[in-house]
């Protein structure tokens, strides 16, 4: 098992930035890719970014590529989403999720195991 606790989320103006983490406990952290979801009101689950478990390699969706930034502290057990540029669209609720497997798609959220409660990014106009 392994617990996932997000934190950092908020109002924010358009063009401003925000750094999300993602607190994980359990088994070893390293051990997991980290990814990161987000959800808009009536909306699919959207793809933001992954990490491998080293933080050798990154992936992003194409709506956030040039903004967003995903990074991990593996000593800490900790996964950022470093948001920049924001914009109205950005608005959702983020989820940091954690997947034990290295292969697959990495962009289907029914890949990941373990998943945090959620937290709400609201970027105003």
């Known amino acids: 098992q392994v617990q996932l606790v997000e934190s950092g989320g908020g109002l924010v103006q358009a063009g401003g930035s925000l750094r999300l983490s993602c607190a994980a406990s359990g088994r070893t952290f390293r051990d997991y890719d980290m990814g990161w979801f987000r959800q808009a009101p009536g909306k699919e689950r959207e793809f933001v970014a992954r990490i491998s478990r080293n933080g050798g390699s990154t992936y992003y969706g194409d709506s956030v590529k040039g903004r967003f930034t995903i990074s991990r502290d593996n000593a800490k057990n900790t996964v950022y989403l470093q948001m920049n540029s924001l914009k109205p669209e950005d608005t959702a609720v983020y989820y940091c999720?954690?997947?034990?497997?290295?292969?697959?798609?990495?962009?289907?959220?029914?890949?990941?195991?373990?998943w945090g409660q959620g937290t709400q990014v609201t970027v105003s106009s």
């Open positions: 999720a954690a997947d034990d497997y290295r292969y697959g798609n990495r962009m289907d959220p029914r890949q990941y195991n373990y």
